[in-house]
């Protein structure tokens, strides 16, 4: 070996510690969606309150359009007619009967 080769070293002697840093946490659309299903398994085995709850997420998660939530739920493998019956009925002003309420625009907010 010459002044200017280097020594060959092992594969188990090299020391990654410091060099490879920790998987960040997933954020936007994929951190949304681990939040949506994480939900889903806390909700129960009935499909249409698991529809109603994720609604609401959706909402509150700024998914806030009726093709939005639909298609967020629909990758969520949801019925697409489902969602959007349910979208519909839960959809009006009086708090008694409704969950939200949707402008004119045709975005969607939560009642309070």
């Known amino acids: 070996m010459d002044a200017t080769s280097k020594p060959r070293v092992s594969a188990a002697e090299i020391d990654l ?5 920790a998987s ?5 659309t994929a951190a949304m969606f681990g939040r949506l299903r994480k939900l889903l398994r806390a909700c129960g085995p009935n499909r249409h309150d698991q529809v109603l709850v994720l609604i609401s997420a ?4 700024g998914v806030d359009t009726r093709g939005q939530i639909i298609g967020t739920l629909g990758h969520l493998d949801f019925k697409r007619g489902h969602v959007a019956m349910l979208l519909a009925q839960g959809t ?11 402008d004119a625009a045709g975005t969607y907010t939560l009642l309070s």
């Open 24 to 28: 960040p946490e997933p954020t936007g």
């Open 58 to 61: 959706c909402i509150t998660e």
């Open 17 to 21: 510690t410091g060099m490879i840093s």
């Open 92 to 102: 009006g002003t009086n708090p008694e009967v409704h969950r939200w309420r949707r």
